[in-house]
């Protein structure tokens, strides 16, 4: 088809149907994100869990992930990111089922949050392959930030669908809900997929000569490697800030003498969580007019900058800590989609699945360095009630973007129009 010709509206229709498809199954398959975060009290008391074994719990869903993500991920440079993403819903069957039916202590509960996150790691960046590897160039890269706003969506409403479900079905139905969930994802997928094939210009010849866990060349591709590391420092950045926003935000409140928070504190931090989402689209969108590499890089700064000033604004009023917290957020969210979109932007022919596996495992490393560095600096500043101990945290999580910014230099000054 000519530049100049009109789409035809079958191939409008297809589209349409397969980023819708695929959108509505990522946030299905986030549905099993948050049960056991939104029951951890009940069922600690429940089965008298001690603090570690339900923090490990808790790691199990991330432990799986990590697991699973090199194999899962990487083999979508061989076979269809269809049957992946399949088997990674069935997973998520299990996972949600099983610790609905048989969980019963902390090693049935490990177990079957451990398939969860194995569940994760086969569909979302399986999804993302899915949508990628049948649109036209262009279209990929600008689909990759709704795709990701996603995640954040569906993990949101799991904290919403898991109390909703456990106040009507007792603690096992928010289980039954994630696993519902995961069906739901597989059967959208292969709706919003039917007759629309992989795009022709996918070559899968470099995949077929290297064996799937051989990550070799993506770490030889410099500008793969600095959009990988430039996400582990975001990552920390983003999962640092949104562990530690409900504790700073019953600090702040606190502080200042007012009285019990009731449900102010989660309402807040479920509203700052929300709304920054949509800065990762309009970030990405400017990355299609400009240099990408740049436009993090500017970001990023700006993203550190206004975290160290977060705690200074909030010693104000609640009011004020809540602002800058939502323009922290946003800052934070803002170079997302474009990292994402950079990194399927430089993976070379044949190793875009690779590309996506190392830069997923290495986001989950800095994802779970970031609240842990958080806690550290507050453990060291003198606990969660000291003001000293929050400026620490906050210049922690803010040294995220500092990596961000650090890595992302090393990525080539190239076009994003043209990517």
Same mark, same amino acid.
């Given at each position: 088809m000519s530049p100049g010709a009109p789409l035809r509206p079958d191939l409008v229709d297809r589209t349409a149907r397969l980023v819708a498809g695929t959108l509505a199954a990522e946030v299905c398959a986030m549905a099993g994100y948050a049960p056991f975060a939104s029951l951890l009290v009940e069922l600690s008391r429940l089965w008298r869990l001690d603090p570690a074994h339900a923090g490990w719990i808790s790691s199990a869903y991330l432990i799986g992930y990590a697991l699973a993500v090199p194999m899962l991920v990487g083999m979508t440079d061989r076979v269809d990111a269809r049957a992946i993403y399949v088997a990674g819903?069935?997973?998520?069957?299990?996972?949600?089922?099983?610790?609905?039916?048989?969980?019963?202590?902390?090693?049935?509960?490990?177990?079957? %949050?451990?398939?969860?996150?194995?569940?994760?790691?086969?569909?979302?960046?399986?999804?993302?392959?899915?949508?990628? =590897?049948?649109?036209?160039?262009?279209? $990929?890269?600008?689909?990759?930030?709704?795709?990701?706003?996603?995640?954040?969506?569906?993990?949101?409403?799991?904290?919403?669908?898991? !109390?909703?479900?456990?106040?009507?079905? !007792?603690?096992?139905?928010?289980?039954?809900?994630?696993?519902?969930?995961?069906?739901?994802?597989?059967?959208?997928?292969?709706?919003?997929?039917?007759?629309?094939?992989?795009?022709?210009?996918?070559?899968?010849?470099?995949?077929? #000569?290297?064996?799937?866990?051989?990550? $070799?060349?993506?770490?030889?591709?410099r500008a793969a490697l600095a959009y990988v590391l430039a996400y582990g420092g975001h990552s920390l950045e983003l999962f640092g800030f949104r562990a530690?926003?409900?504790?700073?935000?019953?600090?702040?409140?606190?502080?200042?003498?007012?009285?019990?928070?009731?449900?102010?504190?989660?309402?807040?931090?479920?509203?700052?969580?929300?709304?920054?989402?949509?800065?990762?689209?309009?970030?990405? =969108?400017?990355?299609?007019? %400009?240099? %990408?590499?740049?436009?993090?890089?500017?970001?990023?700064?700006?993203?550190?900058?206004?975290?160290?000033?977060?705690?200074?604004?909030?010693?104000?009023?609640? #009011?004020?800590?809540?602002?800058?917290?939502? #323009?922290?957020?946003?800052?934070?969210?803002?170079?997302?989609?474009?990292?994402?979109?950079?990194a399927v932007a430089v993976a070379r022919p044949g190793e875009q699945g690779a590309t996506l596996a190392v830069y997923s495992l290495v986001g989950f490393v800095g994802g779970a360095l970031g609240p842990l560095g958080a806690g550290v600096a507050l453990g060291l500043g003198g606990g969660l009630s000291a003001l000293t101990a929050w400026y620490l945290a906050f210049a922690a999580v803010a040294g995220g973007s500092i990596v961000a910014a650090v890595a992302i230099s090393f990525a080539p000054l190239t076009s994003s129009v043209s990517a």
């Amino acid at each position: 088809m000519s530049p100049g010709a009109p789409l035809r509206p079958d191939l409008v229709d297809r589209t349409a149907r397969l980023v819708a498809g695929t959108l509505a199954a990522e946030v299905c398959a986030m549905a099993g994100y948050a049960p056991f975060a939104s029951l951890l009290v009940e069922l600690s008391r429940l089965w008298r869990l001690d603090p570690a074994h339900a923090g490990w719990i808790s790691s199990a869903y991330l432990i799986g992930y990590a697991l699973a993500v090199p194999m899962l991920v990487g083999m979508t440079d061989r076979v269809d990111a269809r049957a992946i993403y399949v088997a990674g819903s069935a997973l998520g069957v299990i996972g949600g089922a099983g610790f609905a039916w048989f969980a019963h202590g902390f090693f049935s509960a490990f177990i079957f %949050r451990a398939i969860a996150g194995m569940a994760l790691a086969g569909t979302y960046m399986p999804g993302l392959r899915i949508l990628t =590897e049948r649109l036209a160039p262009r279209a $990929r890269i600008r689909s990759v930030p709704y795709y990701t706003a996603m995640f954040g969506v569906g993990a949101s409403l799991s904290f919403w669908i898991s !109390g909703w479900a456990a106040q009507r079905c !007792g603690w096992s139905g928010a289980f039954w809900a994630g696993a519902i969930g995961s069906a739901a994802a597989g059967a959208l997928v292969l709706l919003g997929t039917v007759a629309i094939p992989r795009a022709p210009d996918l070559d899968g010849a470099p995949a077929a #000569a290297r064996h799937p866990l051989d990550f $070799r060349p993506v770490l030889r591709n410099r500008a793969a490697l600095a959009y990988v590391l430039a996400y582990g420092g975001h990552s920390l950045e983003l999962f640092g800030f949104r562990a530690w926003l409900p504790a700073y935000l019953l600090f702040a409140w606190t502080r200042l003498g007012n009285g019990p928070p009731g449900s102010r504190i989660t309402d807040w931090a479920m509203v700052i969580t929300v709304t920054s989402l949509p800065a990762s689209i309009i970030g990405a =969108e400017v990355a299609m007019r %400009r240099s %990408r590499s740049r436009l993090i890089r500017l970001v990023a700064g700006a993203s550190a900058l206004i975290g160290l000033c977060t705690v200074v604004v909030g010693r104000l009023s609640f #009011a004020a800590a809540v602002t800058a917290l939502f #323009a922290y957020a946003a800052a934070i969210s803002a170079d997302s989609g474009a990292l994402t979109a950079g990194a399927v932007a430089v993976a070379r022919p044949g190793e875009q699945g690779a590309t996506l596996a190392v830069y997923s495992l290495v986001g989950f490393v800095g994802g779970a360095l970031g609240p842990l560095g958080a806690g550290v600096a507050l453990g060291l500043g003198g606990g969660l009630s000291a003001l000293t101990a929050w400026y620490l945290a906050f210049a922690a999580v803010a040294g995220g973007s500092i990596v961000a910014a650090v890595a992302i230099s090393f990525a080539p000054l190239t076009s994003s129009v043209s990517a």
